[in-house]
């Protein structure tokens, strides 16, 4: 679907925002080619969920979002990945 907006009288600045949804069975590798293009900056303003929307992942060209059900699951990803986190002291 796209989601034209035409409002403003400057051609230069109508925006056009696509959207897409997919519901798929997970298997290992099968994000591997939308990360990349979002990594390249190919794309943008992806969002990777489980069915529930408890987890959501939102990778960007410098890294990711990425929210999780409970404070206990954080804590244990932020354990397993502490390659991945800012080194700036509150996480940003």
Do not use: K, N, Q
Request: proline share 5%; aromatic share 8%.
């Amino acid at each position: 679907m796209t989601e034209s907006d035409w409002d403003d009288p400057d051609p230069d600045f109508h925006t056009h925002t696509r959207l897409y949804a997919d519901r798929r069975r997970w298997d290992r590798c099968c994000i591997d080619g939308l990360l990349r293009a979002v990594a390249d900056d190919a794309l943008a303003e992806v969002f990777i969920a489980d069915t529930e929307l408890r987890r959501i992942r939102h990778p960007y060209d410098g890294g990711a979002d990425v929210i999780l059900a409970t404070a206990a699951e954080r804590d244990r990803a932020r354990h397993r990945h502490t390659d991945w986190l800012p080194s700036h002291p509150v996480g940003l």
